[in-house]
T-cell receptor, first 114, second 110 residues
Framework: DTAVSQTPKYLVTQMGNDKSIKCEQN?????MYWYKQDSKKFLKIMFS???????INETVPNRFSPKSPDKAHLNLHINSLELGDSAVYFC?????????????FGPGTRLTVL | QKEVEQNSGPLSVPEGAIASLNCTYS??????FFWYRQYSGKSPELIMS????GDKEDGRFTAQLNKASQYVSLLIRDSQPSDSATYLC??????????FGTGTRLQVFP
């Protein structure tokens, strides 16, 4: 199946731990994103990579470090997890369309920090 | 700060009615506009895109854009209980970034 996939789907961890979320897309898109969706459902962009290069970094604490080993993968590593990091994290990829950038989302990773 | 605003709802409509979802945006240079549907516990799914003033129809969905008023809407005809979800409006001003509204929760009751 062509898609954006993420692992893990659920992540429960203690404050202060370090964790990673992985994302892969087989859609052939050049641009990939990380979004955070909080409990109020507000979807906010964190990072964007185009062909392995960082192009958007939206005032995210430097505890969050994205890594793109190739244009089909974008991973997110989070150091020293805090309670406020609890959210659903979505990976997305995009292609230019007739109506501008069209983004396709992965299934999400629900992170709970205890 | 560029903003996209939506009424959080819930918007409750009876089955078979027309649901009307509205979105306003602050940046006049915005070029393209999207509606995403998000079921509870699922990821956003693109359902409509529009970039020209006027209406664009796709099945039971119609997107309407008025750039002068900085307004975009989504009409869902013959609403079904399966349409119950949160609808996210997103705006692109020509970069690789979408700015999302906070979403409107739609409830269609039988």
């Amino acid at each position: 199946d062509t898609a954006v996939s993420q692992t893990p789907k659920y992540l429960v961890t203690q404050m202060g731990n370090d964790k990673s979320i992985k994302c892969e897309q087989n859609l052939g898109h050049d641009t990939m994103y990380w979004y955070k969706q909080d409990s109020k459902k507000f979807l906010k962009i964190m990072f964007s990579y185009n062909n392995k290069e960082l192009i958007i970094n939206e005032t995210v604490p430097n505890r969050f470090s994205p890594k793109s080993p190739d244009k089909a993968h974008l991973n997110l590593h989070i150091n020293s997890l805090e309670l406020g990091d609890s959210a659903v994290y979505f990976c997305a990829s995009s292609r230019p369309g007739l109506a501008g950038v069209q983004e396709f989302f992965g299934p999400g990773t629900r992170l709970t920090v205890l | 700060q560029k903003e996209v605003e939506q009424n959080s709802g819930p918007l409750s409509v009876p089955e078979g009615a027309i649901a009307s979802l509205n979105c306003t945006y602050s940046d006049r240079v915005s070029q393209s506009f999207f509606w995403y549907r998000q079921y509870s516990g699922k990821s956003p799914e693109l359902i409509m895109s529009i970039y020209s003033n006027g209406d664009k129809e796709d099945g039971r969905f119609t997107a309407q854009l008025n750039k002068a008023s900085q307004y975009v809407s989504l009409l869902i005809r013959d609403s079904q209980p399966s349409d119950s979800a949160t609808y996210l409006c997103a705006v692109n001003e020509g970069t690789d970034k979408l700015i999302f509204g906070t979403g409107t929760r739609l409830q269609v009751f039988p």
